[in-house]
T-cell receptor, first 113, second 112 residues
């Protein structure tokens, strides 16, 4: 099992460019999440998908969109990147009935110039 | 709302020293509490958990006890190793909510 995989690992964008971060899990988990990690602030939830076909806003959703493509895949899109979106992005998943026990991917380090 | 406050780092220790990282929380109801660990260049991994008051979570020599009276979940290890160098996050999950609330993280460096 690969667990939770994320692509790309690193990305540099210019202000105003768009991109999609990809996430997939092979653990048959129901729920998936996108977080951003900034120094001194822990992890903050951007969006989550409680189950296939549903998505909900988290703590910091502005400037992002998500798509739950199927049970395995959950993508995060930046339509018009801003320097404030420079961060490390983590995808996570959790099984049905244990949604607080989340399994994390290795992260994507994004820099917006 | 729910929140977690954990001890600021960085913390630097010698091998075989005792480690404590303080974590306190604010929540309504009866949340579950977690410690996650992030090794350099990796994502977070669940280290241990406790789901009700007085529960003790333990893993890899680490322990934490859910203290409702002091709203705390302090992480301890009696004898650290260089391989324990990482960032440690305390987190809270409400029982009716998919969201985890994380503390800011504490960076621990263990020197040989």
């Amino acid at each position: 099992n690969a667990g939770v995989t994320q692509t790309p690992k690193f990305q540099v964008l210019k202000t105003g460019q768009s991109m999609t971060l990809q996430c997939a899990q092979d653990m048959n988990h129901n729920s998936m999440y996108w977080y951003r990690q900034d120094p001194g602030m822990g992890l903050r939830l951007i969006y989550y998908s409680a189950s296939e076909g549903t998505t909900d806003k988290g703590e910091v959703p502005n400037g992002y969109n998500v798509s739950r493509l199927n049970k395995r895949e959950f993508s995060l899109r930046l339509e018009s990147a801003a320097p404030s979106q420079t961060s490390v992005y983590f995808c996570a998943s959790s099984p049905k009935g244990s949604y607080n026990e989340q399994f994390f991917g290795p992260g994507t380090r994004l820099t917006v110039l | 709302g729910n929140s977690v406050t954990q001890m600021e780092g960085p913390v630097t220790l010698s091998e075989e020293a005792f480690l404590t990282i303080n974590c306190t929380y604010t929540a309504t109801g009866y949340p579950s509490l977690f410690w996650y660990v992030q090794y350099p260049g990796e994502g977070l991994q669940l280290l241990l958990k406790a789901t009700k008051a007085d529960d003790k979570g333990s893993n890899k020599g680490f322990e934490a006890t859910y203290r409702k009276e002091t709203t705390s979940f302090h992480l301890e290890k009696g004898s650290v190793q260089v391989s324990d160098s990482a960032v440690y996050f305390c987190a809270l999950g409400a029982n009716n909510d998919y969201k985890l609330s994380f503390g800011a993280g504490t960076t621990v460096t263990v020197r040989a």
